[in-house]
């Protein structure tokens, strides 16, 4: 190109022949080309005719472009196609358990929240008063308008309290559990007889409804509704967040089961999300039956179901899919293998600010500061249910929420520090190529709760797209909600997001915007429009 | 120390109702001596180090380099006319000495006028200053030529901080970029002072020497005197009383004013490839010293501060406008071919070299705030400014340089170059969910 041009522009007749020349060579080279082109299309006509092609394995004798720059996958992965993806960022944080034993709990006070389910109307009808005795499975509750929908406890005791927020709305429902759990003993159903309408009415009548969160908006689903497809996340990407395989030990044959009545009640797919990265996870999640399984090689937030139904099959307007953590699909299984309510869950005590991070047996709901009984922890911290990037402040008194499997205790970040926008002392936690984070890429960080900056119009652009791996655009979809642009937020996919899906792009904000708080409330706007 | 500091601070903290322009100009201080003690109240726990102050920061200190060079380059020039001094580090003080007389009020005034606005706005809206005009300010010297008048400036920061920025809304909500609105600004209102063959070099003044009329360097002022008064001390050579005519065959006009009229030819007679690639050459203050404007542009990618695609592309739209523009050139000149042919004739790699364009790709282009906001916009965006900016270079008759103006008109599209990314992103998506439904 370069000689060619340079030729034709200055040197006259000797550089008209090359550029024929030149034209020529192209021109054979653009037929080579043609002919391989077609051999090679036929061979994928071919592949498709016969069945071979499900489309992800590449029948062309080209690689794909991403196949010639992703990593390779572990070979635990087998023949199996991986989902690279190459945005996200992995926030490594001190704090995560030593060993991955999981010990006893001796958490003896559980609450169930009603504002831990979105779409609950503030105040449910309590069907126990203080006093009561309750055994796991027993309702607690209901909503009024959806009275088929039982919320049940998680544990068996004595309910010492019902507690009142704003405006006289239910904020929890406190249990103190027996020594001894009873379990109220649920009728037999079999899995292989009834039908779906039946396996509903069980599913509401003992509780199990509310462990399915429904995509868009991330609520609990209608009694009528009926998922395209149920997803499960087999990994947790977030900081300090527990290891699925260690959670399912044990637990394997109710997972199974609790997978079998997903199938049940969709007419699609299940999917089963696995982690082609690190250790290779658990034979019952790779080896699981009535799944399609998936592959997802990536930073968090790869192990966001959100992120994995984006590239498996995305969430429009119209249709509804259902998603479940791991240990909900074992609770579920439970239920239907041995005819109870398992509100037992394994939680990772983690965090910088604690004695001894580990695991615990214990149940939905759990005391915070039961939790951390035989712990020092130090002053001025903040006690999250959930991880650093979605959970939710608690103070010691509090309770788990209902699906978090993770309390995160972090230092208080209520100090002034010198030039610290120029020259920050402390190593903290950043996409950022102007912190010289990027030559310790093992360093794991004590974060702090300080914001590192004030709030600001958003003026950075690019950032979000660089750790959201999907096709989205992010600030534009935000930018769509605060003015209110119905369209606008449908067509840029306001549907195929929760929270936690844009939390890691909320962490990395250089304009300090509260991006989960505006998601939210785009999706409130957009559930009261349909 | 910080102790201290902090407990200073609290003390003399001004009370908001009594006086809020004081504390919005102690709130400014503070939280640029200290990073603010506010946590994370809803949403994420932990936020990420990096803020808007250090993001403009970081951008300020790529172009620190340029600064330093384009301050020794003012004396460096002003010598170079005069015929003194010609070797480059002969001299060193008084070119540095006479660089920083220059560079200095501008400075001082750019950011006196630009964060006076600010303050004011800031106070009158009751928000906490913001950093836009860190960058802004950091700007608006490199793109000046060295003699501009004061009173100019004052007017045209003031023209591009008030219409161009708070009528907006303020940082983060304009649509050109505030420092090419200064000076295009000057550039329109006051064309004589930005354009031309004489503005270049500074301190000069013509007069003339047997009727032809040539240029003499201007009497120097009391901070001349004062630096003249240090360096005698110190048994230096001093800049004396000035009225020294120029050397013979001095010309002010930059390479790109040499090209409109003459071509490569007239160009690599007065200034050689290397000069115009070290930068010892006039133009506006920052803008010429190819290698220290890379070494910024670096930087900021590395840093990830600015966008690679927009410089990319921007090179790569220049270039290919570059080589179309030496495609359609007459290949073989005459006396009769007029000079906007030998322009277009330049070899497109030397057309990247003279003028501005690293500067405004590195700088300019890059502002995230009014370029496109998406990444395929990015590369629309970029390109068309290389694209369009050598088209207004070469082909118009009146200015030879474009980016200026080049980037002013794509920032004026970059919001319908995004428009159309999101459009083809929600079609994509409405395509893919019904897919899913069927």
């Known amino acids: ?530 | 120390m910080k102790k201290a500091l902090l407990n200073f601070f609290q003390r003399i903290e001004p009370d908001k109702k009594k006086s809020p322009f004081l504390h919005t100009l102690f709130d400014g201080f503070f939280t640029f001596a200290f990073a603010p003690n506010t946590t994370t109240a809803k949403g994420v726990h932990i936020r990420d180090g990096m803020d808007l102050k250090r993001t403009m920061v970081h951008v300020v200190l790529a172009m620190q380099l340029c600064y330093l060079f384009g301050t020794f380059n003012i004396g460096h020039q002003h010598y170079l006319a005069l015929g003194q001094y010609t070797g480059l580090l002969e001299g060193f003080h008084l070119k540095l000495a006479h660089g920083l007389i220059k560079i200095i009020p501008i400075f001082i005034v750019t950011h006196v006028v630009g964060l006076g606005i600010e303050f004011y706005y800031a106070m009158r809206k009751g928000h906490a200053i913001e950093e836009g005009f860190l960058v802004s300010g950091a700007l608006i010297p490199l793109l000046m030529p060295p003699d501009i008048p004061l009173w100019i400036l004052t007017v045209s920061i003031f023209f591009a901080v008030i219409i161009g920025k708070e009528a907006f809304g303020g940082t983060g909500m304009n649509i050109w970029n505030i420092a090419l609105l200064a000076r295009v600004f000057v550039f329109f209102a006051y064309p004589t002072y930005i354009s031309g063959d004489e503005v270049w070099v500074s301190a000069l003044e013509g007069t003339s020497v047997d009727g032809i009329p040539t240029y003499m360097s201007a009497e120097y002022g009391w901070a001349h005197g004062f630096f003249d008064w240090i360096f005698s001390g110190v048994g230096w050579n001093t800049f004396g009383d000035g009225g020294v005519l120029v050397a013979d065959g001095f010309t002010g006009a930059t390479p790109l004013s040499l090209a409109a009229s003459g071509g490569w030819e007239s160009v690599t007679s007065v200034y050689t490839e290397s000069q115009m690639w070290w930068g010892t050459i006039p133009g506006s203050i920052g803008e010429t010293s190819k290698p220290l404007i890379i070494l910024g542009a670096i930087f900021l990618i590395a840093t990830g501060i600015a966008s690679w695609r927009i410089m990319v592309s921007m090179v790569l739209g220049a270039v290919v406008m570059g080589m179309i523009l030496n495609g359609v050139s007459p290949s073989e000149f005459t006396e009769a071919t007029p000079g906007i042919f030998k322009f277009m004739a330049i070899p497109w790699y030397y057309q990247l070299s003279m003028g501005s364009f690293l500067f405004a790709m590195a700088f300019m282009a890059t502002d995230p705030v009014t370029a496109s906001s998406t990444n395929t916009g990015k590369w629309v965006y970029g390109f068309l400014i290389g694209f369009i900016g050598m088209i207004i270079r070469v082909i118009n008759p009146a200015y030879p340089e474009g980016w200026m103006l080049a980037i002013l008109f794509m920032n004026t599209f970059s919001a319908l170059i995004d428009h159309y990314v999101l459009e083809a992103n929600m079609k994509r998506r409405a395509k893919r969910t019904q897919v899913a439904v069927s």
Request: negative net charge.
């Open chain 1, 1 to 530: 190109m370069l000689t060619s041009d340079m030729a034709f522009g200055q040197s006259g007749q000797s550089g008209f022949s090359y550029f024929i020349y030149s034209l020529v060579g192209v021109a054979v080279l653009i037929l080579l080309f043609l002919v391989v082109q077609v051999a090679d299309n036929l061979l994928a006509v071919e592949a498709k005719h016969i069945g071979a092609d499900n489309g992800k394995a590449n029948y062309s004798i080209f690689p794909r472009f991403n196949e010639l720059f992703s990593p390779k996958a572990p070979s635990f992965v087998g023949e199996s196609p991986v989902t690279f993806l190459k945005q996200g960022h992995d926030i490594l944080l001190e704090g995560a358990p030593a060993s991955t034993t999981i010990e006893e709990g001796t958490v003896t006070t559980f609450a169930i929240q009603p504002p831990n389910f979105i779409g609950l109307s503030p105040i449910p009808k309590v069907l126990v008063e203080v006093g009561d005795e309750v055994k796991a499975g027993d309702p607690i509750f209901f909503d009024k308008k959806v009275t088929d929908v039982k919320f049940v406890s998680p544990v068996s005791g004595e309910v010492i309290a019902i507690n009142r927020g704003a405006k006289r709305s239910i904020s929890e429902v406190v249990i103190l559990a027996d020594k001894e759990q009873k379990f109220r003993a649920l009728p037999a159903y079999d899995l292989d007889k009834g039908n779906r309408e039946e396996l509903v009415a069980y599913l509401m009548e003992n509780g199990a409804w509310p462990l399915f969160q429904q995509r868009p908006f991330n609520v609990i689903p209608a009694p009528g509704d009926v998922p395209r497809d149920i997803f499960v996340s087999t990994f947790d990407s977030a900081p300090l967040a527990p290891d699925a395989n260690l959670v399912i030990e044990g637990k394997e044959a109710a997972f199974q089961k609790g997978l079998d009545v997903l199938n049940q009640l969709t007419p699609g797919k299940v999917y089963l999300g696995l982690n082609a990265k690190g250790d290779a996870p658990a034979a019952a999640f790779t080896a699981a039956e009535g799944v399609e399984t998936n592959w997802f090689h990536g930073k968090h937030p790869a192990g966001n179901v959100g992120i994995q139904i984006h590239h498996i099959k995305p969430v429009g307007g119209q249709d509804k899919v259902w998603t479940l953590g791991v240990q909900e699909v074992i609770a579920l299984g439970t239920m239907l293998s041995e005819g109870k309510y398992d509100g037992s869950r394994v939680v990772v005590v983690a965090g910088a600010e604690i004695s001894e991070p580990k695991y615990i047996r214990t149940a939905v709901g759990a005391k915070i500061s039961d939790l951390l009984k035989d712990q020092t922890v130090n002053d001025n911290v903040r006690y999250i249910s959930g991880d650093v990037l979605s959970g939710q402040q608690k103070t010691a008194d509090q309770f788990l929420d209902f699906h978090d499997d993770q309390l995160t205790v972090i230092a208080e970040g209520d100090y002034y520090e010198l030039f610290g926008w120029l020259l920050p002392l402390s190593p903290r936690p950043s996409v950022s190529g102007t912190f010289p984070n990027f030559l310790f890429p093992d360093a794991q960080f004590k974060a702090d709760t300080n914001t590192h900056g004030e709030k600001r119009a958003f003026v950075v652009t690019g950032q979000y797209e660089k750790v959201l791996p999907m096709d989205l655009y992010p600030q534009h979809l935000m930018k769509a909600i605060l003015v209110n642009d119905f369209e606008r937020m449908e067509g840029l996919g306001i549907y195929e997001l929760a929270e936690e899906d844009v939390a890691l792009c909320e962490f990395v904000c250089t304009s300090k915007q509260p991006l989960q708080q505006i998601l939210r409330q785009g999706l409130d706007t957009m559930r009261e429009q349909s």
